[in-house]
T-cell receptor
Framework: KQEVTQIPAALSVPEGENLVLNCSFT??????LQWFRQDPGKGLTSLLL?????REQTSGRLNASLDKSSGRSTLYIAASQPGDSATYLC?????????FGTGTSLTVIP | NAGVTQTPKFQVLKTGQSMTLQCAQD?????MSWYRQDPGMGLRLIHY???????DQGEVPNGYNVSRSTTEDFPLRLLSAAPSQTSVYFC?????????????FGPGTRLTVL
Protein backbone atom coordinates (compact mmCIF):
# COMPACT_ATOMS: atom_id res chain seq x y z
CA LYS A 1 0.00 0.00 0.00
CA GLN A 2 1.18 3.51 -0.75
CA GLU A 3 1.56 6.04 2.06
CA VAL A 4 1.92 9.75 1.41
CA THR A 5 3.27 12.15 4.01
CA GLN A 6 3.40 15.93 3.99
CA ILE A 7 5.63 17.92 6.30
CA PRO A 8 5.11 20.37 7.89
CA ALA A 9 1.43 20.11 8.72
CA ALA A 10 1.24 23.88 9.10
CA LEU A 11 3.44 26.77 8.03
CA SER A 12 3.23 30.51 8.64
CA VAL A 13 5.44 32.92 6.69
CA PRO A 14 5.60 36.69 6.09
CA GLU A 15 4.53 37.99 2.71
CA GLY A 16 7.25 37.95 0.06
CA GLU A 17 9.09 34.94 1.36
CA ASN A 18 10.01 31.98 -0.87
CA LEU A 19 8.92 28.67 0.62
CA VAL A 20 9.06 24.93 0.05
CA LEU A 21 6.42 22.36 0.84
CA ASN A 22 7.39 18.69 1.07
CA CYS A 23 5.66 15.49 0.02
CA SER A 24 7.06 11.98 0.43
CA PHE A 25 5.72 8.60 -0.66
CA THR A 26 6.72 5.07 0.25
CA UNK A 27 6.52 3.22 -3.08
CA UNK A 28 8.35 4.77 -6.03
CA UNK A 29 6.33 2.90 -8.69
CA UNK A 30 4.00 5.85 -9.24
CA UNK A 31 2.44 6.98 -12.51
CA UNK A 32 2.27 10.64 -11.59
CA LEU A 33 2.15 13.14 -8.74
CA GLN A 34 -0.29 16.02 -8.53
CA TRP A 35 -0.29 19.09 -6.29
CA PHE A 36 -3.59 20.67 -5.27
CA ARG A 37 -4.74 23.72 -3.40
CA GLN A 38 -7.78 23.63 -1.11
CA ASP A 39 -9.40 26.73 0.34
CA PRO A 40 -11.52 26.36 3.50
CA GLY A 41 -14.88 24.74 2.77
CA LYS A 42 -14.04 24.32 -0.91
CA GLY A 43 -13.03 21.61 -3.33
CA LEU A 44 -9.54 20.90 -4.63
CA THR A 45 -7.94 22.96 -7.38
CA SER A 46 -5.20 21.34 -9.43
CA LEU A 47 -1.92 23.26 -9.43
CA LEU A 48 0.63 21.04 -11.13
CA LEU A 49 0.84 17.50 -12.49
CA UNK A 50 4.21 15.76 -12.83
CA UNK A 51 4.42 12.54 -14.84
CA UNK A 52 6.66 9.79 -13.51
CA UNK A 53 9.15 10.43 -16.33
CA UNK A 54 9.44 14.15 -15.52
CA ARG A 55 11.63 15.92 -13.00
CA GLU A 56 9.71 19.17 -12.59
CA GLN A 57 6.83 21.34 -13.70
CA THR A 58 6.38 25.10 -13.48
CA SER A 59 3.37 27.35 -13.48
CA GLY A 60 3.84 31.04 -12.70
CA ARG A 61 5.33 31.35 -9.21
CA LEU A 62 4.97 27.63 -8.57
CA ASN A 63 7.57 24.98 -9.28
CA ALA A 64 7.15 21.31 -8.41
CA SER A 65 9.94 18.76 -8.53
CA LEU A 66 9.84 14.99 -8.39
CA ASP A 67 12.54 12.55 -7.31
CA LYS A 68 10.98 9.12 -7.73
CA SER A 69 13.98 7.17 -6.51
CA SER A 70 13.95 8.89 -3.15
CA GLY A 71 10.15 9.08 -2.97
CA ARG A 72 9.99 12.86 -2.68
CA SER A 73 8.40 15.88 -4.26
CA THR A 74 8.67 19.55 -3.36
CA LEU A 75 6.42 22.47 -4.20
CA TYR A 76 8.30 25.75 -4.36
CA ILE A 77 6.29 28.97 -4.05
CA ALA A 78 8.15 32.14 -4.96
CA ALA A 79 7.39 35.56 -3.50
CA SER A 80 4.47 34.36 -1.39
CA GLN A 81 1.30 36.47 -1.17
CA PRO A 82 -1.60 36.49 1.33
CA GLY A 83 -3.77 35.01 -1.43
CA ASP A 84 -1.57 31.90 -1.34
CA SER A 85 -2.97 31.06 2.10
CA ALA A 86 -4.65 27.66 1.77
CA THR A 87 -4.04 23.97 2.37
CA TYR A 88 -1.75 22.32 -0.17
CA LEU A 89 -2.21 18.62 -0.89
CA CYS A 90 -0.13 16.20 -2.89
CA UNK A 91 -1.45 12.98 -4.42
CA UNK A 92 0.25 10.09 -6.21
CA UNK A 93 -1.25 7.76 -8.80
CA UNK A 94 -0.26 4.26 -7.78
CA UNK A 95 -1.81 1.16 -9.29
CA UNK A 96 -5.34 2.13 -10.25
CA UNK A 97 -5.79 4.57 -7.39
CA UNK A 98 -4.78 7.97 -6.11
CA UNK A 99 -3.32 8.36 -2.64
CA PHE A 100 -3.34 11.70 -0.84
CA GLY A 101 -1.23 13.27 1.85
CA THR A 102 -2.91 15.07 4.76
CA GLY A 103 -1.79 18.46 3.50
CA THR A 104 0.20 21.50 4.62
CA SER A 105 -1.84 24.46 5.87
CA LEU A 106 -0.09 27.63 4.70
CA THR A 107 -0.69 31.09 6.13
CA VAL A 108 1.00 34.06 4.48
CA ILE A 109 1.03 37.07 6.81
CA PRO A 110 0.70 40.52 5.18
CA ASN B 1 -18.17 23.56 -19.23
CA ALA B 2 -19.61 23.17 -15.76
CA GLY B 3 -16.79 20.75 -14.88
CA VAL B 4 -17.59 18.38 -12.02
CA THR B 5 -20.84 19.11 -10.19
CA GLN B 6 -22.11 17.59 -6.96
CA THR B 7 -25.47 17.72 -5.23
CA PRO B 8 -26.50 18.34 -2.55
CA LYS B 9 -23.96 20.72 -0.95
CA PHE B 10 -25.12 19.85 2.57
CA GLN B 11 -27.13 16.95 3.99
CA VAL B 12 -28.17 15.81 7.44
CA LEU B 13 -29.32 12.22 7.89
CA LYS B 14 -30.46 10.12 10.79
CA THR B 15 -28.76 6.80 11.50
CA GLY B 16 -30.19 4.09 9.25
CA GLN B 17 -31.46 6.39 6.52
CA SER B 18 -30.31 5.94 2.95
CA MET B 19 -29.45 8.55 0.38
CA THR B 20 -27.64 9.12 -2.91
CA LEU B 21 -24.97 11.72 -3.50
CA GLN B 22 -24.99 12.88 -7.08
CA CYS B 23 -21.94 13.57 -9.24
CA ALA B 24 -21.85 14.61 -12.88
CA GLN B 25 -19.18 15.80 -15.29
CA ASP B 26 -19.50 17.29 -18.75
CA UNK B 27 -15.92 16.81 -19.93
CA UNK B 28 -16.41 13.32 -21.39
CA UNK B 29 -14.02 11.89 -18.81
CA UNK B 30 -13.73 8.13 -18.55
CA UNK B 31 -12.36 8.00 -14.99
CA MET B 32 -14.51 9.08 -12.06
CA SER B 33 -14.03 8.55 -8.36
CA TRP B 34 -15.43 9.28 -4.91
CA TYR B 35 -13.38 10.34 -1.89
CA ARG B 36 -14.15 11.18 1.67
CA GLN B 37 -12.17 13.78 3.59
CA ASP B 38 -11.88 13.56 7.34
CA PRO B 39 -9.79 15.78 9.66
CA GLY B 40 -6.26 14.48 10.06
CA MET B 41 -6.77 11.63 7.58
CA GLY B 42 -6.61 13.31 4.20
CA LEU B 43 -8.70 12.15 1.28
CA ARG B 44 -9.43 8.46 1.04
CA LEU B 45 -10.74 6.72 -2.06
CA ILE B 46 -14.15 5.05 -1.69
CA HIS B 47 -14.96 3.75 -5.18
CA TYR B 48 -13.84 4.52 -8.68
CA UNK B 49 -14.85 3.81 -12.27
CA UNK B 50 -12.72 3.60 -15.41
CA UNK B 51 -15.70 3.83 -17.73
CA UNK B 52 -19.43 3.25 -18.07
CA UNK B 53 -20.41 -0.11 -16.61
CA UNK B 54 -17.09 -0.59 -14.77
CA UNK B 55 -16.58 0.15 -11.08
CA ASP B 56 -14.09 -0.94 -8.46
CA GLN B 57 -13.46 -0.52 -4.76
CA GLY B 58 -11.02 1.90 -3.27
CA GLU B 59 -9.50 2.07 0.19
CA VAL B 60 -12.73 2.51 2.21
CA PRO B 61 -15.68 1.02 0.28
CA ASN B 62 -17.73 -0.49 3.13
CA GLY B 63 -21.21 1.03 3.50
CA TYR B 64 -21.20 2.59 0.04
CA ASN B 65 -22.44 1.47 -3.37
CA VAL B 66 -21.82 2.94 -6.81
CA SER B 67 -22.91 2.37 -10.37
CA ARG B 68 -21.90 3.94 -13.65
CA SER B 69 -24.62 3.64 -16.26
CA THR B 70 -23.47 6.67 -18.28
CA THR B 71 -20.15 8.40 -18.86
CA GLU B 72 -21.45 11.60 -17.27
CA ASP B 73 -22.89 10.38 -13.96
CA PHE B 74 -21.41 8.53 -10.99
CA PRO B 75 -23.79 8.46 -8.00
CA LEU B 76 -22.69 7.29 -4.54
CA ARG B 77 -25.28 5.50 -2.42
CA LEU B 78 -25.27 5.20 1.34
CA LEU B 79 -27.42 2.16 2.12
CA SER B 80 -27.86 2.63 5.86
CA ALA B 81 -26.15 5.75 7.15
CA ALA B 82 -23.96 5.56 10.26
CA PRO B 83 -22.38 8.38 12.33
CA SER B 84 -18.96 7.16 11.11
CA GLN B 85 -19.98 8.29 7.62
CA THR B 86 -20.12 11.90 8.72
CA SER B 87 -17.59 13.49 6.39
CA VAL B 88 -17.06 15.69 3.37
CA TYR B 89 -17.45 13.78 0.12
CA PHE B 90 -15.68 14.75 -3.08
CA CYS B 91 -16.22 13.47 -6.58
CA UNK B 92 -13.39 13.70 -9.09
CA UNK B 93 -12.84 12.91 -12.74
CA UNK B 94 -9.99 12.63 -15.22
CA UNK B 95 -9.85 11.99 -18.93
CA UNK B 96 -8.66 8.41 -18.53
CA UNK B 97 -7.46 6.14 -15.76
CA UNK B 98 -3.89 6.17 -17.02
CA UNK B 99 -1.18 8.17 -15.31
CA UNK B 100 -1.16 11.02 -17.81
CA UNK B 101 -4.20 13.00 -16.82
CA UNK B 102 -4.88 15.39 -13.98
CA UNK B 103 -7.88 15.01 -11.71
CA UNK B 104 -10.63 17.61 -11.46
CA PHE B 105 -12.70 17.85 -8.31
CA GLY B 106 -16.25 18.86 -7.52
CA PRO B 107 -17.09 21.33 -4.70
CA GLY B 108 -17.98 18.58 -2.23
CA THR B 109 -20.97 17.43 -0.18
CA ARG B 110 -20.87 17.94 3.57
CA LEU B 111 -22.77 15.05 5.20
CA THR B 112 -23.72 14.79 8.85
CA VAL B 113 -25.23 11.58 10.24
CA LEU B 114 -26.92 11.94 13.62
Amino acid sequence: KQEVTQIPAALSVPEGENLVLNCSFTDSAIYNLQWFRQDPGKGLTSLLLIQSSQREQTSGRLNASLDKSSGRSTLYIAASQPGDSATYLCAVKFGGQFYFGTGTSLTVIP
Amino acid sequence: NAGVTQTPKFQVLKTGQSMTLQCAQDMNHEYMSWYRQDPGMGLRLIHYSVGAGITDQGEVPNGYNVSRSTTEDFPLRLLSAAPSQTSVYFCASSLTGTGHNEQFFGPGTRLTVL
